[in-house]
Every structure is written in C-alpha cells, then in structure tokens.
C-alpha cells in the first residue's frame, strides 16, 4: 500500500514522505473495521486509492494552511485524517454524531502523535449553535444531497470562507437544484473540480461553495426538517 501511496501522491504534487502515515492509518481503520463498521472497502489497494488518494484531493486543490477546518460526518475519518496527515499546518476539527467512531478516531490521534485534532460527536445542527461560522473551511464526503450538505455545513463557516462538497461528477443535475439552497444559507458556489484518482480510471467532483454573507439566524433547522423538507 505504501508505495501505491507514494506513487499517487507524486502524481498528485503532494508530499510522498506521508505515505508510512497514510498506510498506518489505513492499517488501523482495516483492524477496527473487523469489530466496527468504518468501511465496506476492505482491499488494501482500494482503501488507498478510493479512501486515502481519493480525500486528498482536497489539500490538491483549497488551502488549508493556517486555517480552521471542520469535517462534517467524517465517519472513519475521511477526509479529515489525510488531510491532517497531508499538512500538520492548521486546527482539525473531526465531527461526527456516532460516539465510537469519535472515540476510536480520538484514540488514533493520540497514538499517532497527530497535532491540532480536536474530535466532537455531536449532530452538525447541534454543533452549530456552539460554533457558528467558527471554520475557515468545512469539507464533507458525506452522502447528503447537496442542498441538504448546505444546511449543515454553512453555518460552520465564516464570511469569507468555503465550503467543499466531495461528489460524483454525476452531480450536475443535484447541484443545479441547490443553488436556490445556498443563496439562503449566504452562499455561492464558486466552481467545480474534476479529478481522477491516480492509479485509477475513477473521476471524482469537489463543489467550491464560498460564504459571501453570513447566514440566517433560523439555519440550520432541526435535522428532522431538514430532511423532511430541503431547501430549494
């Protein structure tokens, strides 16, 4: 796995020396995924190209040094702990509602001597009345339609920070009916990235939401609403 990792991270102009730490990672998430449900991708070279490559993209393309970052539904750590990996050079914020995954990426984060992660368990919606528009960036790979990601997530951000949605490039059409969706929420999306992980024929999408406006004080809604009744 290791070199399958350096070989992508080359490809992607990032940092190959992270490669043992990706791997240890991916090592630890495949162990705890025998007692706990962290992934339904169990091969090693699938782990390293549709998980570890796959959430670096990210750090490919927004900036994250010096920024406070959040990862919305991380689940087993995706992409947040790549990127941590990726670049010791901004403040984590892990955030997930299922307090064993928090608790087992706390763990990992210890044991790798992993700097400036803080791990919450706590709904989004919840959080942000702690947080309100605290993060430079919220990033999220979750499987939410888009306008409901929105709700979720930009809240979280300040004015003058983004948003970054992971998603198929199949997404024109959920993308397109979100747009009403972030306006509300005092966003605007600013562009769209294809990429293609190296060492596959697998195409990926990042959706660049900026916060050009701080968002209403009735957002986000109950997650109940929230899924009952999206924006539109």
């Known amino acids: 796995m290791e070199a399958l990792l350096r070989q992508g991270l080359a490809a992607m102009g ?13 090592g630890r998430l495949l162990r705890q995924n025998e007692v706990m449900n962290l992934t339904a991708i169990t091969d090693p070279a699938d782990v390293a190209h549709l998980h570890l490559l796959d959430s670096a993209a ?70 942000a009345a702690q947080r309100r528009e605290g993060y430079d960036v919220a990033v999220s790979r979750a499987v939410a ?53 190296p060492g596959t024929d697998v195409t990926h999408r990042l959706v660049i939401v900026d916060k050009v406006k701080p968002t209403p004080r009735q957002f986000p809604r109950p997650f109940a609403k929230i899924k009952k009744q999206p924006l539109q």
């Open 58 to 127: 990210v750090a490919q393309h927004v900036p994250l040094a010096g920024k406070r970052v959040v990862d919305v539904g991380t689940g087993a750590g995706l992409p947040g702990m790549v990127l941590r990996i990726l670049n010791p050079d901004f403040d984590l914020t892990l955030l997930d509602s299922l307090g064993k995954r928090v608790d087992w990426l706390a763990t990992v984060c210890r044991d790798m001597n992993l700097p400036r992660v803080e791990c919450v368990h706590a709904r989004a919606e919840d959080f």
């Open 145 to 197: 339609q888009l306008n409901v990601l929105c709700e979720l997530m930009l809240p979280l951000v300040k004015v003058g920070g983004v948003m970054v949605a992971m998603k198929s490039v199949g997404s024109d059409q959920e993308i397109a009916a979100a747009r009403g969706a972030v306006g509300q929420l005092g966003g605007r999306v600013r562009k769209t990235v294809d990429y293609t992980i």
């Open 14 to 26: 990032l940092p190959e020396t992270a490669a043992p730490a990706l791997a240890d990672y991916a």
